[in-house]
């Protein structure tokens, strides 16, 4: 059974930093693209960045792009989202993702079957 654990939310400053991390077990990590996604209140879920299995390809939402990193580890089967600048906007649980099926895209039109339970980030004006 695939589950995903998310850590390392918080409050933080606008203009701080924090670093998300996703630690997945059940199957073979590193052959599943990974992705951010986050919820503020009121508002839909919506995608923030995406992962290829093996690391080397990226996506990001126009919003975070430039503020943002997408990494992982396939050793430690972990993800991680560094986030720096950190805006008031940016205020929201966010969700680790992943998809059923081996080597599939990594962006947002990607169908995300597994979820962790989310992580609360606050950034304060």
């Known amino acids: 059974q695939v589950q995903l654990v998310e850590s390392g939310g918080g409050l933080v400053q606008a203009g701080g930093s924090l670093r998300l991390s996703c630690a997945a077990s059940?199957?073979?990590?590193?052959?599943?693209?990974m992705a951010w996604f986050r919820q503020a209140p009121g508002k839909e879920r919506e995608f923030v960045a995406g992962v290829s299995w093996t690391g080397g390809s990226t996506y990001y939402v126009d919003s975070v792009k430039g503020r943002f990193t997408i990494s992982r580890d396939n050793v430690k089967d972990t993800m991680f989202l560094q986030m720096n600048s950190l805006k008031p906007d940016d205020t929201a649980v966010y969700y680790c993702?992943?998809?059923?099926?081996?080597?599939?895209?990594?962006?947002?039109?990607?169908?995300?079957?597994?979820w962790g339970q989310g992580t609360q980030v606050t950034v304060s004006s």
């Open positions: 059940g199957r073979t990590f590193s052959s599943y693209s």
């Open positions: 993702a992943t998809p059923e099926n081996r080597r599939t895209a990594w962006g947002p039109s990607v169908k995300y079957e597994y």
